[in-house]
Nanobody, 115 residues
């Protein structure tokens, strides 16, 4: 059974950095498009960054230049390196893996940016 497990969230001061990880199991990882989404209280879930099987990446405008998504197919892990964090980046961050009709989600990890 496919599973995604996120880690790396926490409390960080404005301007700080965090790296989120998402470890996958039970899937042919290298074929999947991977994404990081986030959902802040009272707001809809939004796509933060995605990376295709051939490693093309896309970013939400507000994180472009501050966040970097990457994947390690050997470790079946996708990362989100976040820098210059702002209070508005505070949210639960979710990992997603998608291939045709297969659509998997992690349980989420909380990121709080506050002084």
């Amino acid at each position: 059974q496919a599973q995604l497990v996120e880690s790396g969230g926490g409390l960080v001061q404005p301007g700080g950095s965090l790296r989120l990880s998402c470890a996958a199991s039970g899937m042919s990882f290298s074929f999947y498009r991977l994404g990081w989404y986030r959902q802040a209280p009272g707001k809809e879930r939004e796509l933060v960054a995605s990376i295709s099987a051939d490693r093309r990446s896309t970013y939400l405008d507000s994180v472009e230049g501050r966040f970097t998504i990457s994947r390690d197919n050997a470790r079946k892990t996708v990362y989100l390196q976040m820098g210059s964090l702002k209070p508005e980046d505070t949210a639960v961050y979710y990992c997603n893996a998608r291939l045709e009709t297969n659509d998997y989600w992690g349980q989420g990890t909380q990121v709080t940016v506050s002084s």
